[in-house]
């Protein structure tokens, strides 16, 4: 079984597995499979381009967790991933997104959201444009926190956010645009530099993270976990992001679903070229 994507690969459309689980199920009890760095496509010369295939088809596969990376430039966001262009708008991202959705949809989408780089020629803060050029020009697009039971508004149910993206909002701002990152309802894992290439400490740290979110489905807390890595120069050129993922997924796939060391709870999960069988694992353990 193949952890990596490859051009072979089978495309089998996984874009309605959310719409059967049941509506009182909180983010923190969800097996999500996301993709780190979901726009980067180009630039794997330099080891900045982290998927095969575009968001759209991302969705298709079954990916419920995107990871946008926002450069901040005359008001509005592009997407890059370091100083790498991936000629991608958050416009072109969020047009994708309500596409997949359609009419009446039932799914939901987790979108974590961080600035990437320094602001260049802008009028305004980064949660300015978020809010005034994306967030309110787009009603009913994303789950607004405001709208929930304060209990749960950092936790919401299936049933409250369907249809909707849910902001995993890794920038500040005193407005709360949906589950704050950078908090006590978020544990991490994003152990992303392999110093000169010691792959097996970053598994050790995924394997870490799995244990303790495979123990505490139950515990409220929202378990995220970054598969992904690049090795410091000058390993890079041996351990771009494909070579990182094509033996880490491969490692850990053979642990992942049910049944296996890891086959109750994964939390979210970020991946850089994940296969259709990876994410399909992790789908299967929602039933």
Known sequence: MIGCYCERDTIRDRSRWVTDLHDELHVSQLCIPGTHDSGAMHGSAVGAAC??????????????????????????????????????TFDEVLNMVTAFFGHGSREVVYM????????????????????????????????????????????????????????????????TFGIRFKSGMVALQDNYD??????????????????????????????????????????????????????VNNTLIKDIGKGRRYGTHTGICFFDFPSQNLIELIINMNK
């Open 51 to 88: 998927q095969s295939v575009p968001i759209d088809v991302q969705l298709k596969l079954g990916i419920r967790a995107l990871d946008i990376r926002c450069h901040h430039y005359k008001d509005s966001f592009h997407i890059y991933h370091g100083i790498v262009d991936q000629k991608l």
């Open 112 to 175: 974590l959201i961080k600035e990437e780089g320094s602001a260049k020629d802008c009028t305004r803060s980064f949660e300015s444009t978020f809010r005034d050029k994306y967030w309110n020009r787009r009603p009913g697009l994303f789950w607004d926190p405001a709208t929930a039971d304060p209990a749960n508004h950092q936790n919401p149910k299936l049933g409250l956010t369907r249809g909707r993206i849910v902001v995993i909002q890794n920038f500040d701002s005193p407005q």
């Open 194 to 247: 392999i110093g000169l290439g010691r792959i097996d400490l970053k598994c050790a740290a995924i394997r870490k993270h799995l244990d303790l979110s495979n123990a505490n489905k139950q515990s409220g807390k929202i378990y995220i976990n970054f598969f992904s890595a690049v090795a410091s120069n000058p390993a890079i050129i041996f351990f771009k992001p494909r070579a990182v993922a094509e033996e």
